[in-house]
C-alpha cells in the first residue's frame, strides 16, 4: 500500500518505465490472471495537508498579545491550517500589567518542533527583543534543539511605544535568531493601505487598535500561512501570486491601493478567506518574460544609441510616472537603445547635457522662476530663511533647441507639456499660463489647465501619412478612454509642420475649450534637419502602461507607436 499527494501524481507512477515495462513482466509469471489497479481507493477530492503555525509571543502590556491574536487570525484565513498561539514563559516583570500572557497557555519546545511555520513577535525594549523571548530561544539551543530544526517558515511582529521607535529593528533581530536556527524567514511587499506596509515583518505603536495596525497583522498571517502552504504543504494555489497579492492586485490594478481608497474596501479585502487561486495577467510567467533580461547597467556597452529618459517633477507628482518611465525604457531596449532615467537638470542645459541620441520628457512639473526669496515671519520680523527654485532646468542654458537642431528627436509624454507655468493647481482646472516659450518652441503649444479625469471618445486622424498607418495598425481608429483631457494655449495644427494623428470627440467630454477639433497626440519635424518631434497628452494612469498582455491598451500602444517613430532614423 503507497500515498500518494495526488491523482496526478499517482497517473505519472502510471507512466514511468518502472510501470510499463516491469509491472507486465512480473504480472506474467504470478499467478494472477491480471494486475487489478484499484484508482478508486485514491480518493479525487483529497483535501491537502494540513499547515501548522505557530504564533509565538511576549507581551508585557497586552499589546503585543493582541497583535498575536490578530496574526492568528490571518493565518486561519487559509482553509487547512492548525494555528498554536503560545506566550513564551518567563517571570513577570514589575511593570507588567496584570493578566499579561495569562490568557494563553505557555510555549514549550515541543510547539517549535510541531510548527511548519513560526510568527515570533515581542514587545520592543529599549530597541531590543524583550529577555523573556531571548531565553526561550536560548534555552532551546542550549536543550540541543540548535541545527534540528532547520527548514521551517519564519516571521516576526513587534509592539512599540511609538512610531519611529525601533520595532522594525526588533523584527530583523527576531528573523536573525530563527535563520540561525535554519528557518527561512521573508519579506512582506504587500501594502494594506496607500501608505502602510509591513516589509520586514508588522510593526504596530501601542495597541492595534486602528484598522491599518488590525490589517498589518492579519497579512503577516496570512503570507506565513500560504508560503508554508506552498513550501511545506505543496499548495500551489495558496502561493501569494494566486492568492492575497493577485487580490490585491486584481482590485487596485497593483500592490499599492490608491490615496483614495475607501477604508472599508480595504478592510473587507484585508479579511478575505481564501477562495481559490487568482491568475492575475501582470502576476503570470509571459508577462515577466517581457521585462527586460537584465537592468540597463549590466548590459554590454556597444555602439547603440542612447536615450534620455527625464523624470523630474518639482510640482505636482504624477503617480503613474514609475509606470510611463518602465514602459518607455522597455519599448527601446527593445528597438535597441541604451537608456538613461535622470532626473538631474544637470542634463539638459548647455555645458552639462548628456549626448544622446533621444530626449524622452515624461510627466514634468515646476515652472520656471529666478532664485525667490523664502521669507518667513518669526515674532512679528521678517526673516530670510533660504532661496529656492521649482524649476525642472534653466530655460536661459536649455539645450533642446541644439538637440534639435543637429536633428535628433524629441517626445513628450502626458504631463510634459504642463511645465514652465505660472502656478500650480493639483486638480488641473485653473488656466495657467507659460513662462517660457521654449514648449511652444518645441512642441508647437502649451498646456492651460484640463477637467477633472472623465471617459472621452478618441478618433484617430483620417488620411494619416502611410508610415503612420503601419505604425497605428494595431490602435483601434476609434476607442473610448478614462483620463485627463488637457486645454492647450492653441491649436498645435496650426504650428509648422504638425500632424495631427489623435484627437477627443468634443462631444464625448465636458470641459474642453479647443472648439471644434482637440487634438490629443501630434508629431512634427523640426528645422532644417527635419528632427521628429512626437506628443500625446494622454497616459495619467499607470494601467495604461502595462505591458506583457496579449493586448497593450490602446494608449500604450500610440506611445509605444511614437516611440518608434522618433527612433526610425539612424541616430545623427
Avoid at 532646468?393 to 509624454?413: C, Q, S, Y
Avoid at 497605428?472 to 488637457?486: G, I, M, R, T, W
Avoid at 500604450?556 to 527612433?567: E, S, V
Amino acid at each position: 500500500m503507497e500515498r500518494w499527494a495526488s491523482q496526478a501524481h499517482l497517473d505519472a507512477h502510471f507512466a514511468t518505465p518502472h510501470f510499463t515495462k516491469l509491472v507486465p513482466l512480473m504480472d506474467g509469471i504470478s499467478k494472477t490472471a491480471s494486475l487489478n489497479v484499484c484508482k478508486s481507493a485514491l480518493s479525487t477530492a483529497r483535501p491537502p495537508r494540513t499547515s501548522k503555525i505557530l504564533v509565538l509571543f511576549d507581551s508585557a502590556s497586552t499589546c503585543t498579545e493582541q497583535m498575536a491574536e490578530l496574526v492568528a487570525e490571518g493565518a486561519r484565513q487559509l482553509d487547512h491550517v492548525e494555528v498554536r498561539l503560545r506566550a513564551v514563559p518567563g517571570a513577570d516583570n514589575h511593570w507588567d500589567c496584570k493578566g499579561a500572557r495569562l490568557k494563553h497557555q505557555a510555549a514549550d519546545f515541543h510547539d517549535l518542533l510541531w510548527a511548519d511555520g513560526v510568527a515570533a513577535g515581542s514587545p520592543t525594549n529599549l530597541g531590543c527583543v524583550s529577555w523573556r523571548m531571548k531565553k526561550f530561544w536560548d534555552d532551546f539551543s542550549q536543550a540541543g534543539y540548535w541545527a534540528k530544526v532547520d527548514g521551517k517558515v519564519g516571521c516576526a511582529f513587534s509592539s512599540v511605544g511609538g512610531n519611529a521607535g525601533g520595532a522594525e529593528i526588533v523584527n530583523m533581530a527576531l528573523n536573525a535568531i530563527m535563520m540561525n536556527f535554519g528557518f527561512s524567514c521573508f519579506g512582506v511587499t504587500d501594502y494594506v493601505d496607500f501608505k502602510h506596509t509591513l516589509h520586514y515583518g508588522a510593526s504596530v505603536a501601542k495597541a492595534p487598535r486602528a484598522d491599518v495596525d488590525k490589517m498589518v497583522c492579519r497579512r503577516l498571517g496570512r503570507r506565513l500561512a500560504e508560503f508554508v502552504g506552498f513550501y511545506i504543504s505543496h499548495r500551489p494555489d495558496v502561493h501569494p501570486l494566486l492568492s492575497s497579492k493577485a487580490k490585491d492586485f486584481e482590485r487596485w490594478d497593483g500592490p499599492i491601493p490608491p490615496r483614495d481608497a475607501p477604508r472599508e474596501e480595504l478592510v473587507r479585502m484585508n479579511e478575505l478567506k481564501h477562495q481559490g487561486p487568482v491568475a492575475y495577467p501582470e502576476l503570470s510567467d509571459a508577462f515577466l518574460a517581457n521585462l527586460p533580461a537584465l537592468p540597463q547597467s549590466a548590459r554590454p556597452s556597444s555602439a547603440a544609441p542612447k536615450a534620455l529618459v527625464y523624470t523630474l517633477m518639482k510640482e505636482f507628482q504624477h503617480s503613474c510616472t514609475a509606470a510611463a518611465t518602465g514602459f518607455v525604457v522597455s519599448v527601446l531596449e527593445e528597438a535597441g537603445w541604451t537608456t538613461v532615467v535622470s532626473d538631474d537638470p544637470k542634463d539638459l542645459e548647455v555645458g552639462t547635457a548628456s549626448d544622446v541620441g533621444l530626449i524622452v520628457l515624461v510627466n514634468n512639473s515646476g515652472q520656471v522662476s529666478a532664485c525667490h526669496r523664502c521669507v518667513r515671519s518669526v515674532l512679528g520680523l521678517q526673516v530670510l530663511t533660504g532661496w529656492f527654485r521649482v524649476q525642472i532646468f534653466d530655460p536661459t542654458k536649455e539645450a533642446l533647441t541644439a538637440h534639435l537642431e543637429a536633428g535628433r528627436p524629441v517626445v513628450g509624454i502626458h504631463a510634459a507639456l504642463a511645465t514652465f507655468l505660472d502656478g500650480q493647481d493639483a486638480a488641473g482646472a485653473t488656466p495657467l499660463k507659460a513662462t517660457s516659450n521654449l514648449i511652444t518652441d518645441v512642441f508647437g503649444t502649451h498646456f492651460v489647465n484640463h477637467p477633472p479625469p472623465q471617459d472621452g471618445r478618441v478618433e484617430l486622424s483620417t488620411g494619416l501619412s502611410g508610415e503612420w498607418q503601419q505604425l497605428l495598425a494595431e490602435v483601434p481608429a476609434s476607442f473610448s478612454v478614462h483620463d485627463e483631457f488637457y486645454n492647450f494655449t492653441s491649436n498645435p495644427a496650426a504650428a509648422e509642420g504638425v500632424e495631427v494623428l489623435a484627437s477627443v470627440d468634443v462631444k464625448s467630454i465636458e470641459g474642453s475649450t479647443m472648439g471644434a477639433q482637440h487634438p490629443l497626440v501630434w508629431c512634427r519635424e523640426y528645422g532644417k534637419n527635419k528632427a521628429r518631434v512626437f506628443y500625446c497628452s494622454l497616459g495619467h494612469f499607470s494601467a495604461q502602461y502595462r505591458r506583457g498582455t496579449d493586448k497593450i491598451d490602446p494608449v500604450g500602444g500610440i506611445i509605444a507607436a511614437g516611440l518608434k517613430y522618433a527612433t526610425a532614423r539612424p541616430n545623427k
